[in-house]
C-alpha cells in the first residue's frame, strides 16, 4: 500500500510524501488529499474482519475509525494512535422526524454521541496520530467551536499542547468550555477568522506547530469513516440519500471520498446521493452550486446565522466538496432560522436532540420532499453532526420564545415549550395536569 498527498486540482495532481507537512499544493495551492494506490481488494473479507473487530476489546478495534483503518492506510504503524472510542454512533429511527420532513422513514446518524460531542472526534484522532507521527509537539486551529474542543481533547490525551486562536468576542461558551477543561492554551486574538487563519499559518512554520484545521486531509480520512460505519450499520446497503450541513465543506469532502473509495473497493454496489444544507445567511456554497459559472465560490462577508457550527462565508474545501455533490448527483439546499428552529424542536420531540447546525437537515429534507427533490418513500439518512447539550441557551431561547434571528427577526415557537412557574398548591397544580 503506497499512501500519498495529492494536490486536488485535476490540472496538476502533483503527488508529496506522506510525511511531507504541507497544507497546501505548493506547486499550484490547490487542496491536498490522501492518495492510496493498493487498496485490499477482498470486500468480504473485510467486512467479515471489521464485524470481528467489534468484539475485540483493543482500544484500536473499540475505535468506530480505527476498526476501519484499510480505509484510511495512511499510517505505517499504529503504535502511538490515540483513542478515546470516537465513533461508534447509533443509526436512529426518528418517525416522528420522518413525518415532518415529508418522509415513510428517517433515519439519523448521530455523530454528537461522540466523545467531545461532535463529528470533529472522527477526523481529530486521526489529524492528531499525523502530528505525532511526524514528531510535532504542538498542534493549533482556528475554530470558535467543535474543532477546538475536540483537538484540545485528542491532543491532550495524546500528550500534544493544543493552542487555539479565536476572534475576540466571538465565543461559544459550551464549546469554549470544553477546550478550557482539556487543557488547551486559548488565545483570543482581536480580528475575524480569515485573518487569524492567515496570521496561524505564518506562526505555524515558525513555531514548529501543527495546523489541524478543517483544510487538514488527515482530518478528511477520520471522517470518511463516519459513512463506512453507517454502510456498516445498514449490512451494507446504501440509502438513496445522505443529508448533512455543509459549513467548511470537510464533512462533504469526506462523505464523498468514501463513498467513491467504497465503491471503488466492491463495498457497496452504488452510492447514495448527496444533499448538503446550508443556513440562508450563512450560504456560498448554495448559491455556487445554483449558479451558471461554477469556477469560483464568491465568498459571504459577513456570514450570519445561529447555527455557530455552519456560520462560514469561505469555506475552504468548496473543490472537493462541488466535486462530490456533482459526482453523487446530489443537490444544495438552504434554509433559514427559522426552519432550522422549528426543525430542531422536531427532533427534539423524537427524544434525539442535537445542536442547531444539525438540525438544518431534517429543515432541507422538508423543502427537497415539498420540491419533489426526495421523494416521500426514498431511503433517507440524515447526518446529525452534534450534541443537544452544546448549545443550551438556544434551546431555552427557542422555547420561551425569547430568540431572535440575527437581523433581529423573531423566531417562533412554533413547538416552543415554555416552563410554568406554580404555587405549591395540590390542586391547582392537579387542575393544571388535568
Ligand atoms: C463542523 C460542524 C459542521 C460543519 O461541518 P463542515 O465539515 O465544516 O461542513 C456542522 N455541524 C457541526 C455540529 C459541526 O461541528
Ligand atoms: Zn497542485
Not at 426552519?339 to 430542531?344: C, H, R, S, T, V
Request: aromatic share 8%; charged share 20%.
Amino acid at each position: 500500500m503506497l499512501a500519498e498527498l495529492v494536490c486536488f486540482e485535476s490540472q496538476c495532481r502533483a503527488r508529496y510524501g506522506i510525511t511531507e507537512v504541507l497544507y497546501n499544493c505548493p506547486r499550484c495551492g490547490g487542496l491536498l488529499e490522501a492518495g492510496y494506490s493498493g487498496w485490499e481488494r477482498d470486500a468480504g473479507a473485510l467486512k467479515k474482519l471489521w464485524r470481528e473487530r467489534r468484539l475485540n476489546n483493543a482500544p484500536l478495534d473499540q475505535s468506530g475509525v480505527w476498526r476501519y483503518r484499510e480505509c484510511i492506510p495512511f499510517l505505517d504503524s499504529y503504535d502511538r494512535v490515540v483513542s478515546l472510542r470516537e465513533g461508534n454512533t447509533p443509526l436512529l429511527d426518528a418517525p416522528r422526524a420522518a413525518a415532518y420532513g415529508g418522509l415513510d422513514r428517517l433515519l439519523f446518524k448521530h455523530q454528537g454521541f461522540n466523545p467531545s460531542g461532535s463529528f470533529k472526534d472522527n477526523g481529530m484522532t486521526c489529524g492528531v496520530a499525523q502530528a505525532l507521527r511526524l514528531g510535532m509537539t504542538r498542534v493549533a486551529c482556528v475554530s470558535t467551536g467543535n474543532t477546538s474542543a475536540s483537538m484540545a481533547a485528542y491532543a491532550s490525551a495524546a500528550g500534544l499542547q493544543p493552542i487555539i486562536f479565536i476572534p475576540h468576542g466571538n465565543i461559544s461558551y459550551g464549546k469554549l468550555a470544553q477546550a478550557l477543561e482539556y487543557g488547551a492554551r486559548t488565545l483570543q486574538v482581536e480580528a475575524n477568522f480569515d485573518q487569524i487563519l492567515a496570521l496561524v499559518r505564518a506562526l505555524a512554520e515558525r513555531l514548529g506547530i501543527y495546523l489541524l484545521n478543517s483544510i487538514n486531509p488527515f482530518r478528511i480520512e477520520g471522517q470518511k469513516t463516519i459513512m463506512v460505519e453507517l454502510m456498516d450499520q445498514r449490512d451494507w446497503n446504501p440509502p438513496d440519500w445522505i443529508v448533512l450541513p455543509g459549513g467548511n465543506l470537510g464533512n462533504t469532502s469526506a462523505f464523498g471520498k468514501a463513498l467513491r473509495e467504497m465503491l471503488e473497493m466492491g463495498l457497496i454496489p452504488r452510492s447514495p446521493r448527496l444533499a448538503v444544507v446550508q443556513a440562508e445567511g450563512s450560504a456560498p456554497f448554495y448559491d455556487l452550486a445554483h449558479s451558471a459559472d461554477q469556477s469560483a465560490l464568491r465568498p459571504v462577508t459577513k456570514p450570519e446565522t445561529l447555527a455557530t457550527a455552519i456560520r462560514i462565508g469561505d469555506p475552504i474545501s468548496w473543490p472537493k466538496a462541488l466535486h462530490e455533490v456533482r459526482s453523487s448527483g446530489g443537490v444544495v439546499e438552504k434554509v433559514s432560522e427559522q426552519e432550522i428552529a422549528d426543525a430542531k424542536a422536531q427532533i427534539g420531540l423524537c427524544g434525539i436532540g442535537c445542536e442547531p447546525a444539525s438540525a438544518a437537515t431534517l429543515a432541507g429534507i422538508r423543502k427537497l420532499t415539498a420540491a419533489g427533490v426526495i421523494r416521500r418513500g426514498d431511503d433517507v439518512v440524515a447526518v446529525l453532526t452534534g450534541n443537544l447539550l452544546k448549545d443550551p441557551d438556544y434551546i431555552y431561547r427557542y422555547h420561551t420564545g425569547e430568540l431572535t434571528a440575527p437581523g433581529g427577526d423573531k423566531i417562533q415557537p412554533t413547538y416552543g415549550n415554555h416552563p410554568l412557574v406554580v404555587p405549591n398548591d395540590p390542586d391547582r397544580i392537579a387542575a393544571l395536569l388535568a
